[in-house]
């Protein structure tokens, strides 16, 4: 009879802190039913299905081509403030307005003056003999090559000129950034895209995957993958005079916790990964522990995403977002199709709760633990003469 009493408390302790076994997380009726608590929701649950897959697929990425426009190539440099120019100056036949001097070149009757190269003032101006201070900020050669043959019309012979940009300070782009050699770089007439800019920059030293170009243009900016630069013909724009191009390498990184192979933070080490392809990186399902019921990712969504899903807006989280927990259930073999689809995101974690049988199972490790030593004792001791 003392047996039988010990027995029965050392069952009812256990089963009475039962809820109290330790354990890697929620299981998976927890994490739905913690998503409501005093009456108000603390984050959407939202099982994934084919709709819900498709309203993720469909929300539009980062694009250049789209933010910046695919107009062809750009327009031919104008002079800008700082440009260094060199004006020449033809006269019909000698003894006209401008002199012997050493840079003169005589040729078939004509005679070439060129005029020491000059900086484009503050005023956006250069001095040209007899035709005083000449405006050329943002002018084309052309036009200045016009401005100048007017003013000396009625005092060269037929004049007839040819304005250069020697060096150009305001045609250029600046290429930097923390895995590039940064650089300025010029333009040239023929126009140059971005990949032609990150190449003249010396390129890119982090891999393709893991660096994110950011292209800052008039006052807005825009990032996307440079895998995606490279694999997108349409996203290799391009570049403008004064564009900002800044190569940065973020790692990209989902973590896995709770019943499988390893409890992680993995990178991608791709430019897109999906739901299937992170829980193989993290060695799967545990077959002992697991729910494949109870496969979980938590995220923050933006607000249009959370309009798609038809899920309420909470905006608790980062630029009004609202935290979202997404369910898939791995016991039905069509799952396995949406999460070869289901897109993993920078920083989502992916949880797979414990099976309420490996609860149980618990249960008994720990009664066997307390009552092992109980039964030893009685049967030595019913043993002993």
Request: with cysteine.
């Amino acid at each position: 009879m003392k047996f039988v009493a010990v027995f029965v408390c050392l069952i009812g302790a256990p089963l009475t802190a039962c809820g109290y076994l330790p354990t890697a997380g929620p299981t998976t009726g927890e994490v739905v039913d913690q998503g409501v608590q005093d009456n108000q929701i603390r984050y959407d649950v939202v099982d994934v299905d084919a709709n819900v897959v498709s309203a993720l697929l469909a929300q539009p990425e980062e694009s250049f081509h789209k933010r910046f426009g695919t107009h062809g190539k750009p327009p031919p440099p104008k002079i800008g403030i700082g440009d260094t120019v060199s004006v020449s100056i033809w006269e019909a036949a000698g003894g006209g307005l401008f002199g012997a001097s050493p840079t003169d070149h005589v040729s078939a009757g004509s005679r070439n003056v060129t005029i020491p190269e000059q900086v484009v003032g503050r005023d956006g101006g250069i001095s040209v003999p007899f035709a005083g201070r000449v405006p050329v900020a943002e002018r084309s050669t052309v036009d200045v090559q016009s401005e100048i043959e007017h003013r000396l019309a009625e005092k060269a012979i037929e004049p007839q000129v040819i304005v250069t940009i020697s060096k150009s300070v305001t045609n250029a782009a600046t290429v930097s950034g923390e895995v590039v050699n940064g650089a300025r770089v010029p333009l040239s007439v023929n126009g140059d895209r971005l990949l032609d800019l990150i190449a003249l920059a010396g390129g890119a030293k982090a891999p393709v995957y893991s660096t994110f170009v950011r292209l800052s243009r008039n006052g807005v900016t825009a990032t996307i993958p440079m895998e995606r630069l490279v694999s997108d013909p349409a996203e290799n724009i391009y570049g403008q005079a004064g564009d900002i191009l800044t190569l940065v390498q973020v790692p990209q990184t989902f973590s896995v916790l709770g019943a499988t192979g390893q409890n992680a933070q993995v990178n991608f080490n791709a430019e897109r990964i999906t739901l299937v392809e992170a829980l193989a990186k993290a060695g799967g399902l545990l077959d002992q522990r697991s729910d494949p019921a109870g496969v979980f990712l938590f995220r923050f969504e933006p607000p249009a995403v959370v309009t798609a899903l038809n899920a309420p807006q909470l905006a608790t989280g980062p630029d009004r977002s609202s935290p979202v927990v997404y369910r898939l259930d791995m016991s039905n073999a069509n799952a396995y199709f949406l999460a070869q689809r289901f897109p993993v995101e920078d920083k989502d974690i992916i949880y797979v709760a414990n099976a309420r049988l490996n609860e149980l199972q618990k249960f008994f490790t720990l009664l066997n633990t307390l009552t092992g030593p109980v039964i030893t004792g009685i049967v030595v001791k019913n043993a002993s003469p």
